[in-house]
């Protein structure tokens, strides 16, 4: 059974950092795609970031420069940090993953690009 816990989310004022984390279970973590989405109240959930197995990745458009996702394969772990935040990224964040290599950018994949969701984390900025 797959299973994705996300943590590190918080409140912050606007400009500073979080980290966000994602430990997974119950399959072969290193092989295949993984995002992080959110989703704000009264909006869709939109995708955030995505890597794949090779390391190679991609970002909305709202976040390149300032979000920065990574793996660490040995861990099972899933991370997004998050730079220069503003009162916009305030959301419910979501890590995602599927048991296929990602095959397009994030924007393309969608929600409908990956299977396995966690439960969320909280994120609000305060400007």
């Known amino acids: 059974q797959v299973q994705l816990v996300e943590s590190g989310g918080g409140s912050v004022q606007a400009g500073g950092s979080l980290r966000l984390s994602c430990v997974t279970s119950g399959y072969t973590y290193s092989s295949y795609c993984m995002g992080w989405f959110r989703q704000a109240p009264g909006k869709e959930r939109e995708g955030v970031a995505s890597?794949?197995?090779?390391?190679?990745?991609s970002y909305a458009d709202s976040v390149k420069g300032r979000f920065t996702i990574s793996r660490d394969n040995a861990k099972n772990t899933l991370y997004l940090q998050m730079n220069s935040l503003k009162s916009e990224d305030t959301a419910m964040y979501y890590c995602?993953?599927?048991?296929?290599?990602?095959?397009?950018?994030?924007?393309?994949?969608?929600?409908?690009?990956?299977?396995?969701w966690g439960q969320g984390t909280q994120v609000t900025v305060s400007s």
């Open positions: 890597i794949d197995s090779d390391g190679s990745t």
């Open positions: 995602a993953a599927d048991l296929l290599p990602c095959v397009t950018d994030i924007q393309a994949l969608g929600v409908f690009g990956f299977s396995y």
